[in-house]
């Protein structure tokens, strides 16, 4: 019996630590100058991002749809899964413009090395789209 008690007050002693550095529920609205991240176990409790409705009302979780809008997913994308399924993978997700405008910006360097390499050495070199390519893939594959 002691035993027990003893991990029923630690759970609760971790609890309470976890609340006092900022951890748990996180009410949002229209005002909120930013939100937490989005992560895969929002499906669970959706704890981290709560929708305040209003006085005498419950809060509630973002729905599949407002996440994907938050990754910059368009309207139209068709999400096939079970909402269980669409919190995890847009909680996996990674913004789909901010990743648009990094490919942008390496493909600009390299195209920027390239002509540089190319006054300099006369001779062809690998094209950008290329290397970008297989730099992406590479990094989707792990």
Not at 130 to 136: I, V
Request: aromatic share 10%.
């Amino acid at each position: 019996m002691n035993g027990g008690f003893r991990i029923i007050n630690e759970g609760h002693r971790r609890k309470e630590e976890h609340k006092k550095k900022g951890n748990g529920y996180f009410l949002f609205n229209e005002n909120s100058e930013h939100t937490n991240t989005l992560s895969a176990r929002y499906y669970k409790d959706g704890s981290e991002i709560l929708i305040d409705q209003g006085a005498g009302k419950l809060p509630r979780k973002l729905t599949p749809r407002e996440c994907a809008r938050l990754q910059g997913f368009p309207d139209s994308f068709i999400i096939p899964v079970s909402d269980t399924r669409a919190y995890k993978q847009f909680g996996n997700s990674v913004a789909v413009p901010v990743i648009r405008r990094i490919a942008e910006n390496m493909l600009a360097e390299m195209y920027r090395m390239e002509r540089e390499l190319n006054n300099n050495l006369r001779r062809p070199r690998v094209k950008p789209e290329a290397f970008l390519t297989f730099c992406l893939l590479i990094l989707f594959i792990r």
